[in-house]
């Protein structure tokens, strides 16, 4: 498989950063690849909750509604944008759904080489078979989530929709155990010495901060994911 790109390593999810991490290249800067991720991450992020929440509150759409914002946010915008402009507005929003689909497929791709790769190095299973196979059993989870804002939408798991179940178990567990699992992998398994040839490859200003870096990861990382984790079950 080719290596990807430095824009395509962010995506959902710390399977998908897996994946990609199995692929770098030796001679990658790891610090700087890791600082552009978390920084442009940020940006986006800010910039799309200066673009989406005054639209929540001029909608008088709860802000805690969860990943489902999107979907009530932004038709909201897009039918208060067309009582003036109705060509523009329909173009738009045919051009952002469409983006969107486009940012779910690819982040799909990336999270289901996880569980191909597993199946057909772990279990000798053919890739296309393997592929096929998670990619069916993803469809269907993806029907009954969509079915959950309609005619499933009275099904409930302890009080939520299953969409927002599965949500709430990937978000608030699956996600901090798997990056729990990583920093206590890298903090405690490997030995130190082949985490500072890892991290320092990438030149001197990376073996100066190496120190502060694998003390975070071995003791303030974990502590805080627990945190998060604890936090977002309480909430």
């Given at each position: 498989?080719?290596?990807?790109p430095?824009?395509a390593?962010?995506?959902?999810?710390?399977g998908?950063i897996?994946?990609?991490?199995?692929y770098?290249?030796?001679?990658?800067?790891?610090?700087?690849?890791g600082?552009?991720?978390?920084?442009?991450d940020?940006?986006?992020?800010?910039?799309?909750?200066f673009?989406?929440m005054?639209?929540v509150?001029?909608?008088?759409?709860?802000?805690?509604a969860?990943?489902?914002?999107?979907?009530?946010?932004?038709?909201?915008?897009?039918h208060?944008m067309?009582?003036g402009?109705?060509?523009?507005?329909?173009?738009i929003?045919?051009v952002?759904f469409?983006?969107i689909?486009?940012?779910?497929?690819t982040?799909?791709i990336?999270?289901l080489e996880v569980g191909v790769?597993?199946l057909s190095?772990e279990?000798?299973?053919?890739?296309?078979r393997?592929t096929l196979m998670?990619?069916?059993?993803?469809?269907?989870?993806?029907?009954?989530?969509?079915?959950?804002?309609?005619?499933?939408?009275g099904?409930?798991i302890?009080g939520?929709?299953?969409?927002?179940?599965?949500?709430k178990?990937?978000s608030?567990?699956?996600m901090?155990f798997?990056?729990?699992?990583f920093?206590?992998?890298?903090?405690w398994k490997?030995?130190?010495?082949?985490?500072?040839?890892e991290?320092t490859n990438?030149?001197?200003?990376?073996?100066?901060?190496?120190?502060?870096?694998?003390?975070?990861?071995?003791y303030?990382?974990p502590?805080?994911?627990v945190?998060v984790?604890v936090?977002?079950?309480?909430?």
């Amino acid at each position: 498989m080719p290596w990807p790109p430095r824009w395509a390593r962010l995506s959902l999810g710390v399977g998908t950063i897996l994946t990609y991490a199995s692929y770098i290249k030796k001679e990658e800067n790891l610090l700087v690849s890791g600082l552009g991720t978390a920084i442009s991450d940020l940006a986006f992020a800010l910039i799309a909750a200066f673009a989406v929440m005054p639209a929540v509150f001029a909608a008088g759409i709860q802000p805690g509604a969860g990943p489902g914002l999107v979907f009530e946010t932004l038709p909201y915008i897009f039918h208060r944008m067309g009582e003036g402009m109705p060509v523009l507005s329909t173009v738009i929003s045919a051009v952002f759904f469409i983006t969107i689909l486009a940012a779910a497929l690819t982040s799909a791709i990336s999270m289901l080489e996880v569980g191909v790769t597993f199946l057909s190095d772990e279990k000798g299973m053919p890739r296309r078979r393997a592929t096929l196979m998670l990619a069916f059993l993803c469809w269907l989870l993806g029907v009954v989530c969509s079915l959950s804002f309609g005619p499933l939408s009275g099904f409930k798991i302890l009080g939520l929709s299953f969409f927002d179940f599965l949500d709430k178990l990937c978000s608030s567990l699956f996600m901090p155990f798997g990056g729990l699992i990583f920093t206590l992998f890298v903090g405690w398994k490997m030995s130190k010495v082949r985490v500072r040839k890892e991290f320092t490859n990438g030149g001197t200003v990376n073996r100066r901060i190496f120190g502060v870096v694998y003390f975070l990861v071995r003791y303030v990382a974990p502590v805080g994911i627990v945190l998060v984790c604890v936090t977002s079950l309480l909430g």
